[in-house]
């Protein structure tokens, strides 16, 4: 049975209701959306359209041009695209369009950067550089840990629970994008300094709480770490390990957790897992990163590179 859409500043809240709730989308990514379905909407007003049901082709193609003749980059012109591509096939699926108005439309191409990443001897570096000599420093160098260690996300990371611990299996239960729940295995280096934190660190910061919290990692006031409290953290360890702190934050550590995996033999479809991504191009990029990794490796190694990187006599 068709369901009519009405107007389309109505069909957009609509849909933005639907994507939180039943779809599970985070506030930032339900957040992007509205703002670039309001742009849609002001769009079609401006050509005279008031119903999603009266959207076309045209109107699509239309709008794509004058994102660009707003001068945004491929990579908000994409972003954009695909909303307005989601709000017209959640309605067409609801049958109240007669055509799908985004079938051959085209998103803009842009160059995805390569993601910044640490060698190995970094990582190992940056993480030794959190010390263990202080609750604070016990509990920041199993943070680092398990970021590396699992490939955590940092708002999976100050979100990880007690209760989605498997200290004896040397599992991880995390609550990732979209609330899906995925299971990550955790080495020996980090389970350790898990242990350690759990059974050292953790209840002489829990004493400063007012309230018990179940989360994992704790602040010096016995409440569960912040994202920006944790950034701050990690930058101070890049400046004791003498890397340059630009090129360090809690998202690069994932990326060596990946790019490392990779160069290591790991199946793109485990890593794939392991990272929580849906679409599996996403973690090609680390693919990517491991073959300039390796290309620079015989540039500066071989005795037939180019020497870049290496000290000549």
């Known amino acids: 049975m068709a369901v009519e859409a009405g107007d389309v500043s109505g069909a957009v809240d609509r849909f933005l209701a639907h994507a939180a709730v039943e779809r599970g989308l985070s506030p930032r ?9 309001a742009r849609f909407a002001d769009y079609l007003e401006s050509r005279g359209v008031r119903r999603i049901a009266d959207v076309e082709r045209r109107h699509v ?12 980059g491929g990579r908000s012109r994409t972003r954009a695209l695909v909303a307005v591509r989601r709000l017209l096939r959640h309605y067409g699926a609801l049958g109240a369009l007669r055509e799908d108005p985004t079938e051959g439309i085209v998103s803009p191409g842009y160059e995805r950067p390569l993601p910044r990443i640490l060698r190995p001897d970094e990582s190992v570096l940056l993480i030794e550089a959190a010390g263990t000599e202080v609750p604070l420093g016990i509990r920041d160098r199993a943070m680092l840990e398990v970021l590396y260690g699992a490939g955590l996300r940092v708002s999976e990371l100050v979100t990880l629970c007690l209760s989605g611990v498997d200290r004896r299996g040397g599992l991880l239960r995390v609550m990732g994008k979209g609330r ?6 955790l080495g020996d280096p980090a ?26 990692f704790l602040s010096r006031r016995g409440r569960a770490m912040t994202r920006q409290n944790f950034f701050v953290r990690i ?4 400046r004791r390990a003498g890397i340059p702190v630009e090129r360090v934050s809690p998202h690069v550590l994932r990326h060596a957790f990946a790019t490392d995996l990779l160069e290591g033999g790991a199946d793109l479809r485990a890593v794939q897992s392991m990272l929580g991504h849906a679409d599996l191009s996403t973690t090609q990029i680390y693919t ?6 390796l290309r620079d490796t015989v540039e500066t190694r071989h005795p037939r590179g180019s020497g870049r990187g290496r000290s000549r006599v």
């Open 61 to 72: 193609s239309g709008f794509a041009q004058s994102l660009e003749q707003h001068a945004l």
């Open 235 to 238: 930058r101070a360890a890049a």
């Open 180 to 185: 899906k729940e995925r299971i990550v295995p």
């Open 29 to 37: 990514t339900i957040e992007a959306y509205a703002r670039d379905l």
């Open 288 to 293: 990517h990163v491991s073959r300039r990794r």
């Open 191 to 216: 389970l350790e300094s898990l242990d350690r934190y759990l059974e050292e660190a953790r209840p002489l910061l829990s004493r400063a709480a007012r309230r018990p919290s179940d989360a994992v």
